[in-house]
């Protein structure tokens, strides 16, 4: 009997120790920084946040009164090599690539708190300049994304490869663990869906490795009737999608 009592005791402590890892280490298994600064020849605006600034890729356009799009990238995207694809997909608008917390040369660490403030201070910056501003996530992006398109008056919004709740997804992949409890940022797209009446494209990737499609199609369903599409790119994966020509149609029309 003691015997049993105390491997039971042991592997109460194994499970409470490997608890304490998953939460103390849970944002470096949800964020990867890309250090490097954006490439030469990148115009950067600072957004002064605490303890610095955040760094914000631009392609501004010839119009003064042209509309803007903010972008918001996935977990270990460096945004501003996605700036010659967006300035393709959306030429009538002045473009502004958010690098997150710690990513290229921005200051901090990245959070979901920090990076929704961010987004809510540039969109607000960017609305005073343009008026019209678009929002654009892909991936982690999107949850950042939806919530400001729920808090802010964006005129439209697109989701690349979008999923419903981060915190969904963690307990799915950790199924023995508390994750409700231990996860910090939850990333509830699902509760800011149906605040959003603006029009929303969902573009997601026929064999996504990452987001599972009922991720995707349960944010879809969040939606108010007629708000968001769903287009489904084939033979494309999470991380392959901007390849097919038909993901850059389908920006296109969104524009």
């Not at 460096?78 to 200051?107: E, I, M, N, T």
Request: charged share 20%.
């Amino acid at each position: 009997m003691r015997t049993v009592l105390g491997l039971l005791a042991f592997a109460a402590v194994l499970y409470a120790a490997a608890c304490a890892v998953l939460f103390f280490l849970q944002r470096s298994l949800i964020y990867f920084p890309q250090p490097a600064p954006a490439p030469a020849g990148v115009a950067v605006m600072k957004l002064p946040v605490p303890g610095g600034d955040v760094l914000v890729s631009v392609r501004a356009h010839a119009d003064a009164g042209a509309g803007a799009l903010l972008y918001f990238g996935g977990n270990a995207e460096d945004v501003s090599f996605s700036l010659p694809a967006l300035a393709q997909a959306f030429p009538d608008r002045a473009l502004y690539l958010l690098h997150y917390r710690g990513y290229g040369g921005s200051a901090g660490a990245p959070s979901e708190a920090a990076l929704l403030d961010d987004a809510r201070a540039l969109f607000d910056r960017v609305q005073a300049r343009h008026g019209d501003v678009a929002a654009m996530g892909r991936s982690l992006g999107t949850g950042v994304a939806v919530r400001l398109a729920a808090e802010r008056a964006v005129s439209r919004l697109v989701l690349v490869t979008p999923y419903d709740s981060l915190q969904a997804l963690a307990v799915q992949q950790y199924p023995l663990f508390p994750v409700r409890w231990l996860l910090q940022d939850k990333f509830e797209s699902d509760r800011y869906a149906p605040r959003i009446a603006v029009p929303t494209l969902i573009v997601a990737a026929e064999h996504d490795e990452v987001i599972p499609r009922a991720s995707t199609e349960r944010l879809h369903r969040r939606f108010g009737a007629g708000v968001a599409t769903l287009h489904v790119v084939p033979r494309t994966g999470h991380n392959t999608i901007s390849d097919s020509p038909e993901y850059a149609r389908a920006l296109l029309a969104a524009r």
